[in-house]
């Protein structure tokens, strides 16, 4: 079928607004970082499943391509287009339904935006317990098809974690829903974690249920000082054990990052002065402000008395809380240093100070004045690695790649923490993943997706 063709027919199921092309497609960025005008023949922005289940029966019929659009807050290359695929954005379907209170649990459309529904069960006094930086923008359907991670995976879990209930629709145009709102459900393969971390190359995610929390009554944040990183992992430990399980966060950054986010252009002041090798914010959720703030000052009191931390400020108030998170949440700095290239990898923590050491000396070895920033969600092994040096080009990034990847297979570490695999990590997707994984990977994808039209060319190399 010719694509206009093709294109006139998913109009008549989206509608004229469900519909767009020319313009109002070069008119979109193509990610939070590139901002290049989008190249895709078109966008289609179906309101409901079921017109996510037409236009897919007819892409599928046609072997026309398909890649699903959520916020487009990815680091990845994940949702890229060419002028021959069809972008399918999800940000029309962005209902939510009311929230069980009882159950804690809530039903949400794939659009619906992490803010909104952190905002919404806040309003119920409960937790979408799911938090990043980019809460404002990046929508569910997203967060799921990546499986993200972000700020409390060491109590909450990663997305996977939160969701009891799913719907995705295959590239066949057949619905699959598993909207189950409870906890236990041993009824045979839980087929809701095909599409959770899939990305949208075995299905395009349209709804879930959300699993929610209680809202914790107290949180309590501080910022420490490390003088070696041999203390960060004793102190983690001895801040859980001491807080009884509280801890929700502890998340490092090395000197150059804090230096980054704490001096301007940046609005953050520093806490603490930037003379210290690392720097990690604490924080716990609990029941009581005023008790849990005493034991969670004592619990710093242990570790410093201890000798693993050298300075200590802990926020008083909410602005105070506030004001630490903006540090680490102010990843726009960045773009201080375009061409910049990002990465999120994982490793046992043991092994972070020899691995970054290395990667820093052989980036140094051929860019002298190459800057590494390092920070990362160092409570669930995740690190964050932004390297600059220089040039944008090819070659330099594929050199880059070499280096940071080529110490994590030793270290039994991913390639990918939290962000997915893209197009940028397909090549390196064997070095934490055995050829019988990745043999069983092409067979789901082949067996879910035979004519391959969904988000080719991202995640495996066929």
Known sequence: MPLQTLLQEIAQIVGPEGLLTGEDVSARSTGWISREPMEAAAIIRPRTTGEVSQVLRLCHQAGQPVVAHGGMTGLVEGTRTTQAEIALSLERMNGMEEIDEAALTVAVEAGVALQTIQQKAEAAGLLFALDLGARGSATIGGLI?????????????????????????????????????????????????????????????????????????????????????????????????????????????????????????????????????????????????????????????????????????????AAERKAIWAIRDDVDQFHQYRPWFGFDVSMPIPTMESYVAEVRAKLAAEWPNHVCFVFGHMGDGNLHLNVHVGSGDHQSRARVEEIVYAGIGIRKGSVSAEHGIGMEKRAYLALCRTPAELELMRTMKRALDPNGILNPGKVLIA
């Open 145 to 317: 098809s990546t499986n993200a991670g972000g700020n409390r995976v060491i109590r909450y879990g990663m997305t996977r974690n939160l969701i009891l209930g799913l719907e995705a629709v295959l590239a066949d145009g057949t619905v699959i829903s598993s909207m189950y709102p409870i906890v236990k459900n041993n009824s045979g393969y839980d087929l809701k974690q095909l599409f959770i971390g899939s990305e949208g190359t075995l299905g395009i995610v349209t709804r879930a249920i959300l699993r929610l929390q209680p809202m914790p009554r107290s949180q309590c944040t501080a910022v420490i000082a490390v003088k070696e990183f041999s203390a960060l992992p004793k102190a983690l430990r001895e801040l859980g054990g001491a807080l009884g399980g509280t801890l929700s966060a502890f998340e490092v950054m090395w000197n150059e990052f804090y230096r980054l986010v704490t001096t301007p252009p940046a609005r953050q002041s520093p806490p603490l002065p930037h003379s210290y090798p690392y720097y990690a914010i604490v924080d716990a959720l609990g029941s009581d402000q005023t008790a849990d703030q005493a034991r969670f000052e004592a619990a710093l009191e242990q570790v410093s008395d201890a000798g693993l931390i050298e300075d200590c400020v802990v926020a008083l108030t």
